[in-house]
């Protein structure tokens, strides 16, 4: 058997190598490195991919797209922005860097993310932004976060760096690509994100034009017109060579999810009926396209069981180890008595298994039988 990794994206390039090698060469043949055919057509195929009303602006990585998105709202210093504090840091790492306040909030401890019930109890009069991040690949429930932020007025961006490709399921039955929901959806091409470049990149979605343009003039440094500046903005730009990659992994990324269901599939029917071990419950109205694994070990014994995997060859990561508002850098957002039992606890139990598109049923058994036999 070859070495299970984490990701795998060595193996996944040699699948598409002749492609990818031949649209990489073209940018450098044309020379059109800033803003070229590539990034138009990417753009283009995102779009259509998304749904058809969606404006996609590409932008230099998923943590930019987050703060172009806070910028074009138009907020001042003070603003509370509510963000769940089970998430990468980069959610509420912008929020802080643009003076608004972050107001973390708990998580179901089921699905990860964060519900309206939830958001609801920490909206005050200074609240104008809420963060909801669909984590590991599936949305959060997108239908009453958004009848609440209509009711308070709220913007919702949402954090979509972990769920690209996943559908929400409206009540009615219709259904919607995650990100497209909320005012404006970031996501993330880090390499190991769903749809990954070879490199950096993101980009941000929205489907109202107006805001769309806004965003547009933020990421290329607050002007409309070449050397006119209307506002302060910034410079982030998606490469064209990883919009080339990303070009034709696009068309993929259907193909890619399958696999990771796949996978997902099997870990569920090896693990479910372990004992002190939970397999991730799935949001009753999204797909999920599995960025990660994730799994809780309930009877205290998760440091044990990563070392014991790492001895049998086994990865695994903590996603994540340590609340938000317990890091020094957040700290004091949050008063010092403060804790989010749920996320306290999460921190305390989750897992995440080797998940990307090249696991096969091999490495998958032996996976399995390995965490099965540390609780045996
Ligand atoms: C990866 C990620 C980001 C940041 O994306 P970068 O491209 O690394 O800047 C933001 N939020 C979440 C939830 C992520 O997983």
Redesign the pocket.
């Known amino acids: 058997m070859q070495n299970i990794q984490m990701v795998d994206l060595k193996t996944q390039y040699s699948k598409i190598q002749a492609e990818v090698d031949e649209a990489v060469l073209e940018v450098i043949r044309s020379a059109a490195f800033i803003n070229g055919p590539k990034v138009k057509s990417f753009q283009a195929n995102l779009e259509a991919y998304l749904g058809a009303d969606t404006n996609v602006i590409p932008c230099a ?4 797209a ?1 703060q172009i998105a806070l910028m074009a709202l138009d907020l001042k210093p003070g603003d509370e922005v509510i963000v769940p504090s089970f ?2 840091v ?2 509420a790492e912008v929020i802080g860097l643009l003076g608004l306040k972050p107001v973390m909030v708990d998580v179901d401890p089921h699905t990860f993310n964060v519900t309206a019930e939830i958001i609801a109890e920490a909206i005050t009069p200074a609240t104008r932004v809420i963060v909801p ?1 669909n ?1 590991f690949g599936q949305s959060c429930d997108m239908e009453p976060i958004m009848a609440l932020a209509d009711k308070h007025k709220l913007w919702v961006v949402e ?1 979509n ?2 769920a690209i490709g996943a559908d929400y399921i409206f009540a009615g039955g219709r259904s919607q690509k995650t990100g497209t929901i909320g005012h404006i959806g970031c996501t ?3 390499p190991s ?1 769903n749809l990954g470049a070879y490199g ?1 990149g ?1 980009a941000l979605y929205t489907s109202d034009k107006a805001l769309a343009e806004r965003i547009r003039v933020v990421a290329n440094h607050g002007q409309q017109r070449t050397y006119y500046h209307d506002h302060i903005g910034v410079n982030s730009r998606l490469d064209s060579v990883q919009a080339a990659i990303l070009d034709i992994k696009l068309r993929h990324l259907d193909a890619y999810a399958e696999a990771r269901q796949t996978a997902a599939a099997a870990y569920d029917a090896g693990l479910m009926d372990v004992k002190d071990l939970v397999i991730p419950a799935r949001q009753h109205n999204s797909t999920h396209v599995f960025h990660q694994y994730t799994l809780r070990v309930t009877n205290g014994k998760r440091d044990e069981l990563q070392a014991f995997l790492r001895e049998k060859g086994v990865p695994s990561m903590i996603y994540y180890p340590v609340p938000l508002y317990k890091q020094e850098a957040y700290s004091h957002y949050a008063p010092d008595d403060f804790e989010l039992p749920v996320t306290e606890q999460l921190c305390r139990e989750v897992i995440s298994l080797p998940m990307h598109t090249e696991l096969n049923r091999e490495m998958l058994n032996y996976i399995i039988d390995t965490v099965q036999s540390f609780f045996a």
Do not use: E, P, R
């Open positions: 990585n998923g943590t930019d987050l998430t990468y980069a959610t991040v984590l954090d760096a972990q993330s091409f880090y994100k950096d993101g």
